[in-house]
C-alpha cells in the first residue's frame, strides 16, 4: 500500500503553477466535495458540473445497455438456462457493489477524474500512465466498435445498397459532430434518446422473435462443454456490465457527485432485467442457434426494424467514448490553467484536433483492420476487467487501510475483507481468463479463413 501523503498528488503540470495553488485553496460548489478536479466554477465561460443524477444515468446506460444487449442470448444457448440467467443476475448485484465502491473511491478523492488519476493513488506514476493510456485506448476502440455497429445496421436496413467505408464514414462524422462539445451537458440530453433507443429496439426484437419464430422451445436448462466455448459464453454478461471506466469521468461533471448512486442503481436495475428478459424471451423463441448478435436471427423485417432503432443509441454510444479519449488527454494536458475554463484559442484548437484524431482513429481502426473484434475483446480484457471488477476490491483495501486503522481497520471487518480480496482476485480471473479465450477465437478464426478484409466496401 502507498503512502496516504500520495493520495493527491499533483501531476507534473500541475506542481508549481499559480492555478494549481488556487485550486488546492477552492472549495466545490458541490456539497461536501472540498477541492474536486474542476473547482469553483462561477464566472467562468466553460462550466463542467452541469450534470444530474438522472443525465448521468441516460449516459451509463447508453454506454453499457448497448451492443453487450444482443450478445446474451447467445450466452443461454451455450451454457443453458439456468446458468445463464444466475450468471447474468449475479454480475447484475457484483457490479453493482463495486460501483458503490469506485463512487465511495470518488468521494475520498475529489480530485480523482479518470482511472489514470485512481491509479496514481493506488500505484504512483507508473500505475497512472498505465491505466490511464488503457482507458484512452479503451475509448478509442469502443467508438470504433460503435461505428462499426452503426454501419453493418444501416449495411442491413440498405440491402448492402450502400459501401460500407461510405457508411461508416458518413456514421464517424455524425459521431464527432455529436462527441464536439467541451462537456458532457449535451451529450446528457442526447442520451436519453439513446437510451429510449436500445430499450424500444430490445421491445421491438422481442416482438419480432415471438412474431416470427424461428426455433421455438429448442431451449436446454444447462449445457455441457468445452472451458473455451463456456468461458466465451460467459464473457458476454461479464463484459455487458462494464462501463466503470468512465464513471469517475461521469461523476465530475455531476452537480452532486453524493447523488452518483442513485444514477448506478438505476443503471443496473435497468441493465439486468432488461438483460434477463430479452435473452430469455430471445433464446426461447429463436432456439440453441441463435446468432451471437441475436437481431441476425430476426426475419428480415423485424431485423430491419430492430436495427433501425438501435442507431441512435450506436451513434450516441460512439459520441460519448470520442468525447471521453479526448477529454482524458485534453485534461493531461491542461489541469488546473484558463484553457480548461476559458473560450481561449489553445483551448479550442487543441480540442478540435484531438476530436478529429479520436474520431479518425475509431474509423480507421473499425474498418481497416482484420481482427478489429478481437482488439476490442483483448482491450476489454486487459483493462476494462479491471477497471469494473479488480480495481473496486483495491479500492476498499487503500481507503480502508490509509483512512481507518491499518490492517488492524481490515479484520475488524472480516467480511468485507474476504469480499474486497475475492473482487481483485476476480478482476485477475475475467482478464486471464478473457485474454486466454479471445486469442484462441482468433487463432481458430484465422485458421479457418475467416476475418474480413481491410476496408472492405
Not at 113 to 118: E, I, P, R, V
Not at 149 to 177: E, F, M, P, R, Y
Not at 231 to 243: D, H, M, Q, R
Request: charged content about 10%.
Amino acid at each position: 500500500m502507498g503512502k496516504a501523503t500520495k493520495l493527491e498528488a499533483p501531476t507534473a503540470l500541475e506542481s508549481g503553477s499559480p492555478q494549481a495553488a488556487v485550486s488546492r485553496q477552492e472549495q466545490s460548489l458541490d456539497e461536501g466535495l472540498p477541492g474536486d478536479v474542476f473547482g469553483v466554477e462561477d464566472g467562468h465561460d466553460i462550466k463542467y458540473k452541469t450534470l444530474s443524477w438522472p443525465l448521468v444515468a441516460g449516459l451509463m446506460i447508453t454506454e453499457i445497455v448497448s451492443t453487450g444487449l444482443l450478445t446474451l442470448p447467445g450466452t443461454l444457448a451455450a451454457v443453458g438456462v439456468v446458468p445463464g440467467v444466475i450468471i447474468i443476475a449475479f454480475l447484475g448485484a457484483f457490479t453493482t457493489y463495486t460501483a458503490w465502491s469506485l463512487i465511495q473511491f470518488k468521494l475520498q478523492h475529489p480530485t480523482v477524474h479518470n482511472m489514470g488519476d485512481a491509479a496514481l493513488v493506488l500505484f504512483g506514476p507508473i500505475g497512472r500512465e498505465i491505466l490511464g493510456t488503457g482507458t484512452v485506448i479503451f475509448a478509442v476502440l469502443s467508438s470504433g466498435s460503435q461505428i462499426l455497429a452503426s454501419q453493418s445496421a444501416l449495411s442491413i436496413i440498405s440491402d448492402n445498397g450502400l459501401c460500407k467505408i461510405a457508411l461508416a464514414g458518413i456514421v464517424t462524422v455524425v459521431v464527432a459532430l455529436a462527441s464536439f462539445r467541451r462537456t458532457l451537458h449535451f451529450l446528457g440530453y442526447l442520451s436519453i434518446a439513446g437510451g429510449l433507443s436500445i430499450l424500444i429496439a430490445g421491445v421491438v426484437g422481442l416482438a419480432g422473435a415471438g412474431a416470427a419464430p424461428v426455433q421455438p422451445g429448442d431451449v436446454q436448462i444447462a449445457v455441457t462443454t468445452d472451458f473455451t466455448t463456456a468461458f466465451t459464453g460467459i464473457t458476454n454478461p461479464v463484459f455487458a456490465f462494464t462501463g466503470h471506466s468512465i464513471f469517475f469521468l461521469l461523476i465530475s461533471e455531476m452537480r452532486r457527485p453524493r447523488d452518483a448512486m442513485k444514477a448506478a442503481f438505476t443503471l443496473q436495475i435497468t441493465a439486468t432485467s432488461l438483460y434477463i428478459a430479452f435473452a430469455l424471451v430471445t433464446y426461447w423463441y429463436l432456439g440453441s442457434n441463435v446468432s451471437s448478435t441475436s437481431f441476425l436471427s430476426l426475419s428480415p423485417f423485424w431485423s430491419k426494424a430492430a436495427f433501425a432503432l438501435a442507431i441512435p443509441n450506436f451513434v450516441i454510444g460512439g459520441s460519448l467514448y470520442s468525447h471521453v479519449a479526448s477529454k482524458l488527454v485534453f485534461m493531461r494536458l491542461f489541469r488546473h490553467t484558463k484553457h480548461i475554463h476559458s473560450n481561449t484559442s489553445l483551448g479550442w484548437g487543441v480540442w478540435t484536433c484531438l476530436i478529429l484524431l479520436a474520431n479518425i482513429a475509431a474509423f480507421v481502426l473499425a474498418i481497416g483492420i482484420p481482427i478489429f473484434d478481437y482488439l476490442v475483446s483483448i482491450a476489454a480484457a486487459t483493462f476494462v476487467a479491471w477497471y469494473t471488477y479488480g480495481l473496486a476490491g483495491a479500492f476498499w483495501l487503500h481507503d480502508t487501510y490509509h483512512f481507518k486503522g491499518g490492517f488492524q481497520a481490515w479484520f475488524r471487518q472480516p467480511f468485507m475483507l474476504v469480499l474486497n480480496v475475492l473482487t481483485v482476485l476476480a478482476g485477475g480471473f475475467v482478464s486471464i481468463g478473457g485474454l486466454y479465450t479471445t486469442i484462441v477465437s482468433l487463432i481458430k478464426a484465422s485458421d479457418a479463413g475467416e476475418l474480413p478484409q481491410p476496408f472492405q466496401c
